[in-house]
């Protein structure tokens, strides 16, 4: 079903989430969202890029002449969203929007100078967020209470464009990611942190390695551990001020490429897993110490991925068809304990694991292959399940509860008039998958956390029509909606059983529809508007 949006004008300029000028990106989510799933070992291209052909196979095999596995997953962000609320910002006039994405209702906060990257603070009471203001190196804490905005401002080091949360919302790290950096000098190393307690309204400012690629907060928000091209650095939170504890190299040899490694941190920040491109050695780090167990694997590792409780690790070696079930919890006082699974009936070299369920996405998109593999990671010998789409995967997004997977294709059938397409696939009823061809390649998808609801923005400067498409479940119902500009990202607001597409506009615009009701709203120069005036009801 295809349905064109209504726009409502109802204001003047705010960009959204812009990092620069001339335009919109997505930068706003934080460290722990995006980047938990490791780093991207594919080749360049879009998000759907592929290093292979546009035919599709779904033979066993694949050895080492295949390309790395993608982790595309990681090329989708979206937008700050808390509660039933929306954040953004505009950098040009230094201020910051609050839309309610029930009522489209605005308010305006300002914030300080060039406010560009947002981050969401969990607080059980308040919306909260926080935004980095490029031009001052301080921080505006943004807080919405009983219909009330406030800010405070606290200060930050210069170029930092990153922020990391912790679970409790007490701590909000700035750091500086590279990949954000245009032309950067090989001697600039980024190794300044600023750790801003939000209860106590205080900065410390910190060294670590050289250059960071990620930031872990343990689950009791007690300690932060900074992972660089060096190694890992540790902080300690609850110790009055924050302090730097320990540091610790992630190898022996001096001149090993960092970005060929794969980090994954336990949920307690106790242990570190690390993986290496084309190396059949797992390391396991004790945080503490820097000590670490060396655990053979039958073949190269491709993949890594550790289950959001911290319980179960899943290492994927795609030229030997085997997958490794590692338990963390007795993994390094017993190398033998983990499992090893033949999955040799299809090509598997990458993993995707769901946030509330025991079961393994496995697939590759390393060379044209249209099979999905389903795992029990919870079954003593689990036997693969082995589900047969209808075009080459490129990545899967399972619901939390992996009832379901959105499915992304790319490399369609050369006779295929689509550039891409999707599939939603019931796992858990084992029913039959549905697929959609698409005219122009999904650049953001947003899952809904009550695992009924995905959201995806379709298009980008060269690949139109700009779209916005609804998948629902059970029901695999999907509709598909026009937009009116570039889209930038998809986003997901759970208090309002609604989701948002933002877009490139000069003066800011940003659709939102209703999963219920199914109305769809575009708000267009927005800043000083103060509620929705028209909308469009399909």
Not at 126 to 155: C, P
Not at 166 to 184: F, H, L, M
Not at 337 to 354: E, M, Q, R, Y
Not at 398 to 412: E, F, I, K, N, R
Request: hydrophobic residues 40%; negative net charge.
């Amino acid at each position: 079903m295809h349905r064109s949006v209504g726009d409502l004008r109802t204001g003047l300029v705010c960009v959204l989430l812009a990092c620069g000028s001339g335009g919109f990106v997505a930068c706003a989510s934080t460290t722990d969202s995006l980047n938990n799933e490791g780093f991207d070992n594919g080749g360049g291209g879009g998000p759907l890029s592929n290093a292979a052909s546009s035919s599709t196979a779904s033979g066993a095999g694949g050895g080492s002449t295949l390309p790395p596995e993608q982790e595309l997953e990681n090329n989708f962000g979206a937008p700050v969203a808390t509660g039933r609320y929306v954040w953004v910002a505009n950098p040009s006039s230094g201020r910051v929007a609050y839309i309610d994405g029930k009522t489209l209702q605005i308010q305006i906060v300002d914030a300080g100078h060039g406010p560009t990257h947002l981050a969401a603070i969990p607080d059980a009471d308040d919306d909260v967020a926080i935004v980095l203001n490029t031009l001052s190196n301080d921080a505006t804490v943004l807080r919405a209470k009983e219909g009330a905005l406030s800010s405070l401002n606290l200060q930050v080091h210069p170029g930092a464009n990153s922020w990391a949360v912790s679970p409790d919302g007490r701590w909000a790290t700035a750091w500086t990611d590279v990949k954000g950096i245009e032309n950067d000098d090989p001697l600039d190393g980024y190794q300044a942190v600023s750790v801003l307690d939000l209860h106590t309204e205080n900065t410390t400012q910190l060294s670590v390695g050289y250059r960071p690629q990620s930031l872990h907060y343990n689950e009791a928000s007690s300690r932060l551990l900074v992972v660089s091209e060096e190694g890992i650095t540790s902080i300690l939170l609850d110790s009055g001020s924050p302090s730097v504890q320990a540091h610790f190299p992630l190898t022996d040899d001096p001149v090993e490429d960092p970005d060929a490694r794969d980090v994954a941190l336990t949920p307690d920040g106790n242990r570190a897993l690390v993986r290496r491109v084309d190396e059949s050695v797992l390391n396991i780090y004790d945080t503490d110490d820097g000590s670490h167990v060396d655990i053979p694997l039958p073949g190269a590792i491709t993949d890594l991925d550790l289950a959001d409780n911290g319980a179960m690790a899943v290492a994927v070696m795609r030229a030997v068809g085997k997958v490794a079930l590692i338990p963390c919890t007795t993994i390094v006082d017993d190398p033998t304990s983990l499992s090893i699974i033949d999955v040799s009936a299809t090509t598997v070299g990458s993993v995707s694991l769901p946030s509330d369920s025991s079961l393994a996405f496995l697939y590759t998109n390393a060379q044209p292959n249209d099979m999905l593999t389903v795992l029990d990671t919870a079954l003593p010998t689990p036997t693969p399940r082995l589900i047969k789409l209808q075009s080459a995967v490129s990545s899967v997004f399972p619901t939390p509860d992996a009832s379901h997977a959105l499915v992304l294709h790319s490399a369609p059938p050369v006779s295929s008039k689509y550039k891409s397409a999707i599939s939603l696939v019931p796992v858990e009823a084992q029913l039959p998958s549905k697929i959609l061809g698409l005219e122009s390649a999904p650049i953001s998808v947003a899952m809904a956390p009550d695992n009924t609801q995905a959201l995806l923005a379709l298009g980008s400067l060269f690949d139109t029509p700009y779209q916005m498409v609804v998948a629902r479940f059970p029901s695999l119902e999907i509709d598909t909606y026009a937009l009116g500009s570039e889209p930038i990202a998809a986003g997901i607001v759970a208090g309002a059983n609604s989701g948002f597409v933002a877009q490139q506009h000069p003066e800011g615009r940003i659709t939102f529809v209703d999963f219920k009701s199914g109305e769809v709203r575009t708000l267009t120069g927005f800043e000083l508007a103060t509620q929705v005036v028209d909308g469009s009801t399909p």
